[in-house]
């Protein structure tokens, strides 16, 4: 099923997340609706949150990716209750984008790569590295189940340039190709 999507402005997005304690069918049945919510609006990341649901959960694919990174071909994945647990201390830029603040990309500065531990659909344990654009996503979705947002790590002069713009989310003013609330 697809869900709508929560758009900046949302309490949904700064609400605190919670732990999932087992692959229940209505965890299952979550995830399912995510991964399809996610293709439908052509997004390469969803989180719970951004579907109303204030839960430690995202999911990835970085199939569409594949085409510059080759090694990015079938990073399908689930992340259940994830820890980053270390930061690189190199950063680099990146121009994100969220499917909660549609039509907005700016350029985002985040550690290159990470360590997490995290649960996968099973609540199989794991324990892994990421890099590159991986590592981006990643970050970007763990963000959504701390309550923030990427526009919240652009620099305050950014930030005052964007707030026309931030403003008119919660009003309706933006569009997109797919059903947000
Ligand atoms: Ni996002």
Partial sequence: ?????EVYG????RAANGEMDAPCP??????DDMFATMYAAEGVGLAAPQV????RLFVV????WADDEPELAGFRRTFVNPEI???SEEEGFYNEGCLSLPGLHEDVRRPVSIRMRYLD???APHDGEFAGRAARVIQHEYDHLE??????RLSPLRRTLLKGRLAGFPKGKYKAAYRTK
């Fill in 1 to 5: 099923m697809i869900l709508p999507i």
């Fill in 10 to 13: 949302s309490p949904t997005l």
């Fill in 26 to 31: 209505e965890a299952r049945k979550l995830i």
């Fill in 52 to 55: 109303g649901r204030n839960v």
């Fill in 61 to 64: 694919d970085l199939t569409p």
């Fill in 85 to 87: 647990y270390e930061r």
């Fill in 121 to 123: 659909e099973n609540f």
């Fill in 147 to 152: 309550g923030v947002v990427f526009t919240d």
